[in-house]
C-alpha cells in the first residue's frame, strides 16, 4: 500500500487518503426547492444516477397535491412538472415505483398495470402492460416492481406473480412467484428477484429488492 503523503505536504483543508487529497466543499447553496418537507417526505422518490435529476410523484404515488410528477435538480431548482402523464382513470391509480435507467430515461410503474416512461420531451404511456396468465383481457394489479438501469422492470403483481418488461414495453410472465405479504406463503418474501439473466433465469442478489 502506497505510503500517506507527510502533513507538511497537505494543503489546508485537504484530507489525504494513502497518496492523493482529497477536499469536501460545498457545491449547493441556497437551496430552491419550492415542496414541503411533507411532500418531499411522503413522495414516491427516484433520483438518477451520477447525481442526476430526482423525480417525485406526491402524496404516496396517489398524486393528489395537484400535480402528477415533478422533476427537479438536487439543488432543488425545477426542470418540469407535469400535470397529467397518463389518461385519466375511472379508479385512482398510484405510482408504485420510480425508476432511472443509465440513459437517463424515467419510468413509473402505478398499480393498475400501467407504465410510463419519460425522457426529455416525451412521454410515452402504456396502460396496463401487465395482464394474467391467459387472459389478456385482465390486467395484473401490481404490488412492488423494481426498475432496472437497463429500463428493463421486473414486476410483482398482488397475486406473485412476476413480470418482465423490457425496453421495448414488451411483458413476459415468468414461472415462478413471489407471494407477497399477507399471503399463506410469507415465507417466499425471503425470495426475491432484483435481475433476471438472459436465460430467464433468477440471478444477482436474492434479497431484499421487494421489501414488504
Not at 407535469?82 to 408504485?96: C, F, G, I, N, Q
Not at 398495470?113 to 402504456?126: A, C, D, E, N, P
Not at 411483458?171 to 425471503?190: K, W
Request: with cysteine; hydrophobic share 40%.
Amino acid at each position: 500500500m502506497p505510503s500517506a503523503p507527510s502533513e507538511a505536504m497537505s494543503p489546508r483543508g485537504w484530507v489525504a487518503l494513502e497518496d492523493r487529497y482529497y477536499q469536501r466543499s460545498t457545491q449547493y447553496t441556497g437551496l430552491k426547492w419550492d415542496l414541503t418537507p411533507a411532500l418531499l417526505v411522503n413522495g414516491v422518490i427516484a433520483v438518477a444516477p451520477n447525481a442526476g435529476p430526482l423525480a417525485i410523484v406526491p402524496d404516496f404515488g396517489w398524486a393528489l397535491s395537484g400535480f402528477a410528477l415533478a422533476v427537479y435538480t438536487l439543488s432543488g431548482q425545477l426542470l418540469k412538472k407535469y400535470d397529467r402523464v397518463r389518461e385519466r382513470s375511472l379508479t385512482p391509480v398510484r405510482a408504485v415505483v420510480l425508476g432511472w435507467s443509465k440513459n437517463d430515461l424515467l419510468t413509473v410503474v402505478y398499480d393498475d398495470g400501467g407504465v410510463v416512461r419519460l425522457s426529455i420531451g416525451t412521454v410515452q404511456s402504456i396502460s396496463p402492460v401487465f395482464h394474467i396468465s391467459g387472459d389478456s383481457e385482465r390486467a395484473e394489479r401490481i404490488f412492488d416492481a423494481v426498475i432496472l438501469e437497463t429500463g428493463d422492470i421486473i414486476a410483482r403483481g398482488v397475486t406473485g406473480a412476476v413480470y418482465r418488461l423490457d425496453p421495448n414495453n414488451s411483458a413476459v410472465p415468468e414461472n415462478f412467484i413471489v407471494a407477497p405479504p399477507g399471503t399463506d406463503s410469507e415465507s417466499a418474501m425471503r425470495t426475491t428477484i432484483i435481475g433476471i439473466g438472459p436465460d430467464r433465469s433468477p440471478c444477482g442478489d436474492i434479497g431484499n429488492a421487494f421489501s414488504g
